[in-house]
């Protein structure tokens, strides 16, 4: 079984479809057991489908820095 560690890792994978069955079917039922780790899920989902076409070319390294450190406040803590 995946720990939450894992599924953090495998997120993005998943969300493109790119794991194989087993590990589609482990990163599943981890979602199904772990409140945490859907909500990390959905929040990853919710943040590709918003971005998906847009340009980051103009992103300053001061507002870059900003983002990736609200991204690391919401990871999710394992359960």
């Known amino acids: 079984m995946l720990k939450c560690r894992d599924m953090t890792e495998i997120a993005t ?3 493109e ?3 194989p069955w087993h590990g589609k079917l482990a990163a ?3 979602l ?4 945490a780790c859907r909500a ?3 929040q990853l989902a919710k943040t590709a489908r918003l971005l998906r076409g847009r ?6 390294p ?4 900003e983002l990736l450190r609200a991204a690391k ?3 999710p803590r394992p359960d």
């Not at 340009?55 to 300053?60: I, V």
């Open 62 to 65: 001061q507002r870059e820095a």
């Open 32 to 35: 199904v057991l772990c409140s």
């Open 40 to 42: 990390y899920y959905d």
């Open 55 to 60: 340009s980051l070319d103009g992103l300053t």
């Open 17 to 19: 479809g790119a794991l």
């Open 28 to 30: 599943r039922w981890h």
């Open 73 to 75: 406040a919401a990871a």
């Open 13 to 15: 994978d998943y969300a």
